[in-house]
């Protein structure tokens, strides 16, 4: 990526890309315990996915979109979480399609095989999640 490139981005891109991070760790980690302990690979992304959805707001709102997210009621902060999943259901499902082909093609046999097929769905759901996120749910203030 050119450095012009990378000096048009919004300033929360970084952060949001760390706490994607984050989040990426608690799916993975949540996914690889419940297929280790006897889950298959689809229901266990399905509830990996909402276990670094939850994570992820949290920290969204404390450190990337703080601004935005200051001074909410109770109301307006229950109503900001779930606009936050009806953004991340839309990336969660790209992610979890992609992790299904993944997995339909490549295998799921090793936790390195499933680690590459989440890191392929997170990957894919990246920039839908950053800009419903920004756009629909942590508005910048005026």
Partial sequence: MKLSAIRKLPADFPRFVVVGAMGFAVDN???????????GP????????????VATWLVNRLWTFRSAAAGKTARGIGAEFLGYCG???TGGVVSFL????FVALAGANTD??????V???SASALLINYFGARIFVFRPKA
């Fill in 29 to 39: 980690l949540m996914l690889l315990a419940l297929v280790n302990a006897g889950w």
């Fill in 42 to 53: 689809l229901p266990a992304r399905a509830v990996s996915i909402p276990v670094a959805l």
């Fill in 87 to 89: 953004v991340q259901f």
């Fill in 98 to 101: 992609v992790f299904s082909i």
């Fill in 112 to 117: 390195l095989e499933l680690t590459a097929a």
């Fill in 119 to 121: 890191a392929a769905g």
